[in-house]
Each structure stands twice: as structure tokens, then as C-alpha cells.
């Protein structure tokens, strides 16, 4: 048995092979997969592995916004942590804290629920041995199709926090921030960002979950030396990690120019998009990178381990015929 067990009475959803989640044991309580409490399950693991690790590398997060939007003064890792500490003490680097938890929190449900919402519709309409045969475009359509509505649910914390960030002497926590922006530039001050937020999100997350599934499916095959049935819970989760790491990397560099336009237009008041790509040019976009991989490797990495150790993650791949 498993946290959240695969059974269907649709034939086009039933499995023909089953991947338990690591965390799932024997006499854990159960539930239809594809059911309501399914996907609430799924969400809630979403606000658990998105929420807490992403407020856990704010510090990270803060210096990596420092060196995009004034690459000048904040030069690299290192000084960004020093000048930081040294103009605001160590709880300067706990900035932001708030909106993150939130805007994440609230992503996070929206993407790890939407994401099994669109891979059993998009499975249904392919039928089992296509959804096998072609399941790497399953995983990236389902996964952009699920970002769509995260990104809204984000837009106004990821305004906030990137202004509690990146302008000293604007505000230092979220409750200064919100009713101060909404009083200069009203609503829409919150959600200047989401089209970029999109430009960022959806290749981040289709990288996320494709090239995570895979890269289980490769590691058990080549790596590993026994199936995964076999394997204990510990060294399941490894390869979770392991996954996920890898899977971050290539999130974090797919998404890191739009990141980085997203992290100055929240600064900057009247441009656009357009305008600040243009402004960072083809050098500055990848500013912060390095900064970036640490931070979304170990993110990527955490969640999905965090998702897998809670008996969450089903590695619901459409199976082989």
C-alpha cells in the first residue's frame, strides 16, 4: 500500500505498473488515485516541499536579487553576504521572508495539484500506450499547462519581496511593503511581473518535473543496481535527491534570464519587459547565475525529497503497456 494508491475504475488511467512513493509503507492509509483527495494531497505536499525550502535559501535568494538588479556594488556570492551583513546585520539576510513563504507556499499547491490534474486529462485523451510511448511531452505539457495558474497565485508576494530586497529604506517586511505599493501604483503594482513570471516559470517547470521523472526512470536503470521495489526508503530517497538536484540545475539555467528581467522590472518603475532585456543586454541577464544554480539545485532537490518523503510523489509515469 501507499500514501496515495493508483486505482481507477477508467481503464485509460489504470496503470499497468505501479511505483510506490519512497515514503510509502505498508498500512499507510490510502486514497483513489485521481480522486479529490488525491489531488489535495498532492497540494498539500506542493506547499510543504515549495514553502519551506524556498524560505529556507532566502539569504540566498536576497544576495542573488542584489547582484541582478546592482551587479555593480554587489560584484559576486561572497561580497554580496559581506556588504549585506555589514549594512544590516545577519538579520538583514532574513528579508523577505514573508512574502516568499506565502507566494510559494500558495504556488506550490497550485503546481504540484494542477500538474496531476493535466497528466491524467492529457493521459486520458492519449490512451495508455501513447501516454507510455510518449510520455517525456506528457511530463512538459502537463507541467506548463500547471504553471499557468501558480504564477498569479505568486505574482503579488514575489513583487513584494523582491521590493523588501532589493530597496534599502523602501520596507523592511511584508506588511510595510504591500499597503505602501498598492497606495503608489494600486493593483496592478502587484502583477507587473507575471508575465515574466511566466517567461520564468513555465520553462523552469517543465524542466522541473520532465527532466525529474526521467532522470528517475535513468538513474534506476543505469545506476542503481537493483529495481526500485527493492530498494529500502533511504536509498530511494538518494536517488530523489540525486534527481532532483540534477533537475535543478537545468531549471535554473532555462529560467534565469527571464528571472533576471523579473527581479529588475519589480525595481524599476514605468519599463517594461521588453525594456529591461534590452537594458541587462545578452551579459547581464546571466548575472547571478552561479548564485542561482546553488540556490535552485538545493531547492529542486529539497522538494522533491521533502514531496517523496511524505509518500507523495507517485512517480505517476505512464507505463508501459
Not at 540566498?60 to 554580496?80: A, H, M, N, T
Not at 523602501?170 to 511593503?177: G, V, W
Not at 535543478?248 to 517594461?272: M, Q, R, W, Y
Amino acid at each position: 500500500l501507499s500514501l496515495v494508491s493508483r486505482k481507477s475504475s477508467d481503464p485509460q488511467v489504470q496503470p499497468t505498473r505501479h511505483l510506490a512513493a519512497a515514503a510509502a509503507q505498508d498500512g499507510d492509509y490510502s486514497c483513489e488515485y485521481g480522486s479529490a483527495t488525491y489531488y489535495a494531497y498532492c497540494g498539500f505536499g506542493g506547499i510543504l516541499s515549495c514553502g519551506l525550502t524556498h524560505t529556507a535559501v532566502v539569504p540566498l535568494d536576497l544576495v542573488k536579487c542584489r547582484i541582478q538588479v546592482d551587479p555593480q556594488k554587489y560584484k559576486s556570492i561572497f561580497k554580496g553576504f559581506s556588504i549585506t551583513v555589514k549594512e544590516d546585520g545577519v538579520r538583514g539576510l532574513a528579508r523577505g521572508w514573508a512574502p516568499t513563504f506565502i507566494g510559494y507556499s500558495m504556488q506550490g499547491l497550485c503546481k504540484f495539484g494542477f500538474y496531476e490534474v493535466f497528466k491524467i486529462f492529457y493521459g486520458n485523451l492519449l490512451g495508455e500506450e501513447k501516454s507510455y510511448l510518449w510520455r517525456t511531452s506528457l511530463y512538459l505539457a502537463a507541467s506548463a499547462s500547471a504553471e499557468f495558474f501558480p504564477d498569479i497565485a505568486l505574482a503579488p508576494m514575489e513583487a513584494a519581496k523582491v521590493h523588501v530586497q532589493t530597496q534599502p529604506g523602501y520596507a523592511n517586511t511584508l506588511r510595510q511593503a504591500a499597503p505602501k505599493m498598492y497606495a503608489e501604483d494600486g493593483l496592478w503594482v502587484f502583477y507587473i511581473g507575471v508575465v515574466p513570471l511566466w517567461m520564468r516559470q513555465i520553462p523552469y517547470t517543465m524542466m522541473k518535473f520532465a527532466c525529474f521523472e526521467r532522470t528517475v526512470e535513468a538513474l534506476y536503470k543505469y545506476v542503481v543496481p537493483k529495481p526500485r521495489s527493492e530498494c529500502s526508503k533511504s536509498e530511494q530517497l538518494v536517488v530523489t535527491f540525486v534527481a532532483g538536484y540534477i533537475a535543478g540545475v537545468f531549471c535554473a539555467i532555462v529560467s534565469h534570464p527571464a528571472d533576471s528581467v523579473v527581479s529588475v522590472l519589480n525595481k524599476e518603475k514605468g519599463s517594461t519587459a521588453v525594456e529591461i532585456l534590452k537594458k541587462l543586454g545578452p551579459k547581464g541577464v546571466w548575472k547571478g547565475l552561479t548564485a542561482r544554480i546553488i540556490m535552485i539545485g538545493t531547492l529542486t532537490a529539497l522538494q522533491w525529497f521533502i514531496y517523496d518523503s511524505e509518500g507523495l510523489f507517485q512517480a505517476s509515469s505512464p507505463s508501459s503497456p
